[in-house]
Nanobody, 125 residues
Framework: TQKLVVSGGGSVQAGGSLTLSCTST??????????MAWFRQAPGKEKEGVAS???????SYGKPAEGRFTISQDAAKNILYLQMDDLKPEDTATYYC?????????????????WGNGALVTVSP
């Protein structure tokens, strides 16, 4: 099975920035067909898609991320990133990295085959 390890969570004040990283073995295999994504889950809420990026660096964003978050990757280093700017208290959640070998790439839970650990992000007012 593939491994995904998230790092970079923490606490920040509203308006601040944080970058999450996800180191994954998915990049090492099936060159040219991967889809990597970020999801988040707030207490008492369902998991929601934040952003996804495919092997051609084509990114898609969910509503929570539009205009404030940027997904990127360094496939040579096996790392996926999520740069989060202008954070708001409602961004407080556990953030997950996920991936799949697929030509279709969108931040949908059903489209992901592999999941990493969660990283808690807490945004204070």
């Amino acid at each position: 099975t593939q491994k995904l390890v998230v790092s970079g969570g923490g606490s920040v004040q509203a308006g601040g920035s944080l970058t999450l990283s996800c180191t994954s073995t998915i990049y090492r295999l099936h060159a040219g067909t991967w889809c990597m994504a970020w999801f988040r889950q707030a207490p008492g809420k369902e998991k929601e898609g934040v952003a996804s990026i495919d092997h051609n660096d084509v990114a898609s964003y969910g509503k929570p991320a539009e205009g404030r978050f940027t997904i990127s990757q360094d496939a040579a280093k096996n790392i996926l990133y999520l740069q989060m700017d202008d954070l708001k208290p409602e961004d407080t959640a556990t953030y997950y990295c996920a991936g799949a070998y697929s030509l279709l790439c969108n931040p949908y839970v059903s489209g992901m085959d592999y999941w990493g650990n969660g990283a808690l992000v807490t945004v204070s007012p």
